[in-house]
Antibody, heavy 117, light 110 residues
Framework: VQLQESGLGLVRPSDTLSLTCDVS?????????WAWIRQSPGKGLEWLGS???????RYNPSLESRVSIWVDTSKNQFFLRVTSVTDADAGVYYC???????????WGKGTSVTVSS | QSVMTQPPSASGTPGQRVTLSCSGT????????VFWYQQFPGTAPRLLIY???QRPSGVPDRFSGSTSGASASLAISGLRAEDEAVYYC???????????FGGGTKLTIL
């Protein structure tokens, strides 16, 4: 299984951050969750949320009002959207495969996001 | 500040055995499985231990995990230069309703 993140690396404050994760080597319909994790010098590793292939989600309560994660089974992709971004949203974003919603066994290489005007 | 506490650094010499600690609470380690991740500079974390003491395929048996109450440990025996990395513990937290991570321990091979 391989995961590859893509999306704009520069986002303006108050704008929306959007990332895509391409899944290869496995069907996104498999018995797994899919998740987004971010890493920043200030906050370390942070779980943003997980999505099941049927669309069921679990989000980090501290971010739930701004974060959305969903899947497109026809494209074997899943997505992240974070609204109203601030400096605190900068970091490296990883998409992951999760055998269960709370742990990650396959990670993408990560994509760096900068928040700046 | 991380919900689970790890010492920021540890060191050992080749061939030695080292134990990395992770201190949590009854809401996370005390009630749920612990996972350990290994991260090299500039790369993504890698799952090292799952469900407290299970190794994914490809992880050498030099790595072992254990838990006791609200604490967890990762032991690395027969240290090698390539074990130099940052090690993170993680668990689900029932009170916070989210995955929580330790701040990571940077292991240096002397």
């Amino acid at each position: 299984v391989q995961l590859q993140e893509s999306g704009l690396g520069l986002v303006r404050p108050s704008d929306t951050l959007s990332l895509t994760c391409d899944v290869s080597g496995s069907s996104i319909n498999s018995v797994s969750y899919w998740a987004w994790i971010r890493q920043s010098p200030g906050k370390g590793l942070e779980w943003l949320g997980s999505v099941y292939h049927n669309g069921n989600t679990r989000y980090n309560p501290s971010l739930e009002s701004r974060v959305s994660i969903w899947v497109d089974t026809s494209k074997n992709q899943f997505f992240l959207r974070v609204t109203s971004v601030t400096d605190a949203d900068a970091g490296v974003y990883y998409c992951t495969r999760n055998p269960d919603y709370y742990y990650m066994d396959v990670w993408g290489k990560g994509t760096s996001v900068t928040v700046s005007s | 500040q991380s919900v689970m506490t790890q010492p920021p650094s540890a060191s050992g010499t080749p061939g030695q055995r080292v134990t990395l600690s992770c201190s949590g609470t009854s809401s996370n380690i005390g009630d749920n499985s612990v996972f350990w991740y290994q991260q090299f500079p500039g790369t993504a974390p890698r799952l090292l231990i799952y469900r407290n003491d299970q190794r994914p395929s490809g992880v050498p048996d030099r790595f072992s995990g254990s838990t006791s109450g609200a604490s967890a440990s990762l032991a690395i025996s027969g240290l090698r230069a390539e074990d130099e990395a940052v090690y993170y513990c993680a668990a689900w937290d029932d009170s916070l309703s989210r995955v929580v991570f330790g701040g990571g321990t940077k292991l240096t091979i002397l």
